[in-house]
C-alpha cells in the first residue's frame, strides 16, 4: 500500500501551537511536492501551504503566512506543518497530498497522487 499517514492534530487553545507530520508509507517523498489542505464544515477545501521536493521553495495562503511554517525532513520521508498563534478559524480537517509537481501559485487546484487521511484541528476556548 502506497500512503500518506498523517499524525499530531488536536484540540488547542486560541494562541497556541500544533505540528502535524506527514509520513510516506510504501515509498520515499524526496521527488513529490507535498501541500497541505483543510476543510472546515460546509465550506470548501482550502489549500494551506506546499513545499518543493528538495524543500527550497515554499508558498502559503495568506490567512496563515507568518504563522504556519512547512518543512520537511527527506532522510525520514517525512513533511510538517508547524501551526502557531492558532485562531479558531484554523479550526478544521487538515490533510497532506503528495505530487510531482511544485505549483505554487495554483497548488490548491492541481491533481495529487496520493493523500493523507485527515486529521482533526480544533482551536477552542
Known amino acids: 500500500q502506497l500512503q500518506l499517514v498523517q499524525s499530531g492534530g488536536g484540540l488547542v487553545q486560541p494562541g497556541g501551537s500544533l505540528r502535524l507530520s506527514c509520513a510516506a508509507s510504501?515509498?520515499?517523498?524526496?521527488?513529490?511536492?507535498v501541500a497541505w489542505f483543510r476543510q472546515a464544515p460546509g465550506k470548501e477545501r482550502e489549500g494551506v501551504s506546499v513545499?518543493?521536493?528538495?524543500?527550497?521553495?515554499?508558498m502559503y495562503h495568506g490567512l496563515v503566512e507568518g504563522r504556519f511554517t512547512i518543512s520537511r525532513d527527506n532522510a525520514k520521508s517525512m513533511v510538517y506543518l508547524q501551526m502557531d498563534s492558532l485562531k479558531p478559524e484554523d479550526t478544521a480537517v487538515y490533510s497532506c497530498?503528495?505530487?510531482?509537481?511544485?505549483?505554487?501559485?495554483?497548488?490548491?487546484?492541481?491533481?495529487?497522487?496520493?493523500w493523507g487521511q485527515g486529521t482533526q484541528v480544533t482551536v477552542s476556548s
Open positions: 513545499i518543493s521536493a528538495s524543500g527550497g521553495s515554499t
Open positions: 497530498a503528495a505530487g510531482p509537481f511544485y505549483s505554487p501559485h495554483n497548488f490548491w487546484e492541481v491533481g495529487y497522487d496520493y
Open positions: 510504501g515509498f520515499t517523498l524526496d521527488y513529490y511536492a
